[in-house]
């Protein structure tokens, strides 16, 4: 089966639909126009710039800028978990600990996915190790930003509940288990769903892709299911990490909530 190659008045029409959407925000005072149209200009120029990028690397493999891209995709995901915190730490920690956390789980998970299931030789192909990495990454990067930002905003709102509880000689362990559980449900509620839906009410990415290429429809699906196993571990690992270090931070070596320790996001 031939590959259809989409023209630029092919993804005009695209376009189009969600300017009349952006229109039709402003109409309704909704006030997200302005977000929906610089997320799809963000959006165009990211996976233009990612198709150059991506055509230069598979025509000859360069390790040096396969490792400088990773950590580009890596920095960026870091600053998207800490902006979407509505209380996020302060200092390094406030970027550091999501960043560690998605390093930790989703490069560990795509090398061993790379290594042990698919086998790649050698293992850093671009055309396997970046798409991979961009799936998992994305995914997890979602799960530990909500995984942390309920962390934070449960601790903050319940400072009162925390501290009575320490003060009746509670180890800080013990006087957040609660509110570490309820955030890592919280992160992993994502990935459940999608697993849950997958191949009823939707057809996911990866997949869809697969088959629109001309892929066999049952090996894409063979993918799309190790892409989604891959990422829940991912995604429940890292948050894990991040919750863990998270809950640690807001008590100091003496046990007592350092609530000072916590700034409120600007965005």
Avoid: C
């Avoid at 990495?133 to 319940?158: F, K, P, Y």
């Avoid at 088959?211 to 571990?233: F, N, R, T, V, W």
């Amino acid at each position: 089966m031939e590959l259809i190659h989409l023209s630029p008045w092919d993804l005009s029409i695209a376009a189009g639909l969600v300017a009349i959407l952006a229109l039709l925000s402003w109409a309704l005072h909704l006030g997200v126009e302005k977000r929906l149209l610089i997320a799809a200009a963000r959006s165009t120029v990211q996976l233009m710039l990612l198709g150059l990028v991506l055509k230069t690397l598979f025509a000859e493999t360069r390790l040096p800028l396969l490792g400088l891209m990773t950590l580009v995709m890596l920095g960026v995901a870091g600053y998207e978990v800490m902006a979407r915190q509505k209380r996020r730490f302060r200092g390094v920690w406030g970027y550091g600990l999501g960043t560690l956390s998605m390093f930790l789980s989703s490069f560990t998970i795509t090398l061993l996915a790379l290594t042990v299931v698919i086998r790649v030789k050698p293992w850093y192909q671009p055309q396997y190790l970046i798409p991979l990495l961009g799936m998992v990454l994305g995914n997890t990067m979602s799960g530990i930003a909500i995984a942390l930002d309920n962390l934070t905003r449960a601790a903050w709102e319940q400072r009162e509940r925390i501290e009575a509880r320490l003060t009746l000689g509670h180890s800080w362990q013990q006087a957040v288990a609660e509110l570490r559980r309820d955030a890592l449900r919280s992160g992993l509620i994502p990935i459940i769903n999608a697993m849950t839906t997958a191949g009823i009410v939707n057809l996911p990415g990866m997949m869809t892709g697969q088959i629109l290429a001309g892929s066999p429809p049952l090996e894409a699906a063979k993918y799309q299911l190790m892409i989604l196993l891959l990422i829940a571990a991912a995604s429940g690992l890292g948050s894990m990490a991040a919750v863990w270090g998270g809950s640690r931070r807001l008590f100091d070596e003496r046990e007592r909530l350092r609530l000072d320790r916590l700034t409120k996001s600007r965005r």
